[in-house]
């Protein structure tokens, strides 16, 4: 099963619509397997994947993106595996170019909860996604949690989506609170922006 690298150099900018981010999440959610993540994990994993020490572009397709759909062949037709490899190039290129240049136009795909008059948001699925991104090459992004700047930009996103049995009681204790989550939630937007601008002076 074959898919295209990921190669910026020749891709268009060409976000997904919203009908298009609903097509490939309701795709997943009828991928038969728990293993398949959700739109919002994607969006979180899909970051992970761009902010490695390991560039994408080394990476084959197949290799970085079948663990969206949790492995396997959950496709029903070619022409359905090519809209979605080209779904997952469409939205990665467009987070790197919105990243770089156009960082009004980057909205992570968070959950929303309303309580009231108050929006609260809750990046745990992203969170998640991220880290399961993280676990694809875990050497390479060990340093970065050591590093002082890169490591309190991957705090919030640690905290949120890692494994909550390796937190210490007081921090399992805080993200039973939804306000608590919610502020967390609203750190990772600028510890992503943040990991970008380290990554692009590094190369």
């Given at each position: 099963?074959?898919?295209?690298?990921?190669?910026?150099?020749?891709?268009?900018?060409?976000?997904?619509?919203?009908?298009?981010?609903?097509?490939?999440?309701?795709?997943?959610?009828?991928?038969?397997?728990?293993?398949?993540?959700?739109?919002?994990?994607?969006?979180?994993?899909?970051?992970?994947?761009?902010?490695?020490?390991?560039?994408?572009?080394?990476?084959?397709?197949?290799?970085?993106?079948?663990?969206?759909?949790?492995?396997?062949?959950?496709?029903?037709?070619?022409?359905?595996?090519?809209?979605?490899?080209?779904?997952?190039l469409r939205h990665v290129h467009s987070l790197a170019?919105?990243?770089?240049?156009?960082?009004?136009?980057?909205?992570?795909?968070?959950?929303?909860?309303?309580?009231?008059?108050?929006?609260?948001?809750?990046?745990?699925?992203?969170?998640?996604?991220?880290?399961?991104?993280?676990?694809?090459?875990?050497?390479?992004?060990?340093?970065?949690?050591?590093?002082?700047?890169?490591?309190?930009?991957?705090?919030?996103?640690?905290?949120?989506?890692?494994?909550?049995?390796?937190?210490?009681?007081?921090?399992?204790?805080?993200?039973t609170d939804l306000h608590w989550r919610d502020a967390?939630?609203?750190?990772?937007?600028?510890?992503?922006?943040?990991?970008?601008?380290?990554?692009?002076?590094?190369?």
């Amino acid at each position: 099963m074959d898919f295209p690298q990921y190669q910026p150099d020749k891709a268009d900018y060409l976000p997904l619509t919203d009908d298009e981010l609903q097509d490939l999440d309701d795709w997943l959610s009828d991928v038969p397997t728990d293993s398949a993540m959700n739109i919002e994990a994607l969006d979180g994993y899909l970051s992970a994947m761009l902010l490695s020490p390991s560039p994408l572009t080394d990476k084959p397709g197949v290799e970085w993106m079948s663990p969206i759909w949790g492995g396997g062949d959950p496709f029903q037709s070619g022409k359905q595996r090519k809209r979605i490899g080209l779904w997952l190039l469409r939205h990665v290129h467009s987070l790197a170019v919105q990243w770089g240049s156009k960082q009004q136009e980057w909205e992570p795909i968070f959950s929303v909860a309303e309580e009231g008059e108050q929006q609260l948001v809750d990046a745990e699925d992203w969170c998640t996604g991220f880290m399961i991104g993280v676990d694809q090459d875990g050497d390479a992004w060990s340093p970065l949690f050591e590093h002082v700047k890169t490591a309190a930009a991957l705090a919030p996103i640690a905290l949120l989506g890692g494994d909550e049995s390796q937190l210490s009681a007081e921090d399992q204790e805080k993200l039973t609170d939804l306000h608590w989550r919610d502020a967390l939630s609203r750190e990772v937007p600028e510890g992503v922006l943040t990991l970008w601008t380290l990554r692009e002076q590094a190369d």
